[in-house]
């Protein structure tokens, strides 16, 4: 049973950075993507990036390019979403994912 859990949420200033974290436990297997969407109140859970186990390869959203860094440490099993220049509309929930596993998913809150 693969299980995700998220950190790093919190409250900034716009402009502001925060990294989140997704700790993966229970993987068994490999060659899959993991990533990161979120969730704004009273919008659609929207993708913003993924990356491949063990590949490197990333995919962002718009809303992400340039501003947002998705990163893995294969060894602690753990991704990263490093965010900056951080504007009030990524105020969300965010939620990794992994296929059919998502956390339980940290709050972002951007404002003044």
Same mark, same amino acid.
């Given at each position: 049973?693969?299980? !995700? @859990?998220?950190?790093?949420?919190?409250?900034?200033? %716009?402009?502001?950075? *925060?990294? *989140?974290?997704?700790?993966?436990?229970? !993987? /068994?297997?490999? $060659?899959f993507?993991?990533? +990161?969407?979120?969730?704004? %109140?009273?919008?659609? =859970? @929207?993708?913003? #990036? =993924?990356?491949?186990?063990?590949? $490197? =390869?990333? @995919?962002y959203? &718009? !809303?992400?390019?340039?501003?947002?860094?998705?990163?893995?440490?294969? &060894?602690?099993?753990?991704?990263y979403? #490093?965010?900056?220049? !951080?504007? %009030?509309? &990524?105020?969300?929930?965010?939620?990794?994912? *992994?296929?059919? +596993? +998502?956390?339980?998913?940290?709050?972002? /809150?951007?404002?003044?």
């Amino acid at each position: 049973q693969v299980q !995700l @859990e998220e950190s790093g949420g919190g409250s900034v200033h %716009p402009g502001g950075f *925060l990294t *989140l974290s997704c700790k993966i436990s229970g !993987l /068994t297997f490999n $060659g899959f993507y993991i990533g +990161w969407f979120r969730q704004a %109140p009273g919008k659609e =859970r @929207e993708f913003v #990036a =993924r990356t491949g186990w063990n590949s $490197g =390869r990333s @995919e962002y959203a &718009d !809303l992400a390019k340039g501003r947002f860094t998705i990163a893995a440490e294969y &060894d602690k099993y753990t991704i990263y979403l #490093a965010m900056t220049n !951080l504007k %009030p509309e &990524d105020t969300a929930v965010y939620y990794c994912n *992994l296929g059919q +596993w +998502w956390g339980q998913g940290t709050q972002v /809150t951007v404002g003044s």
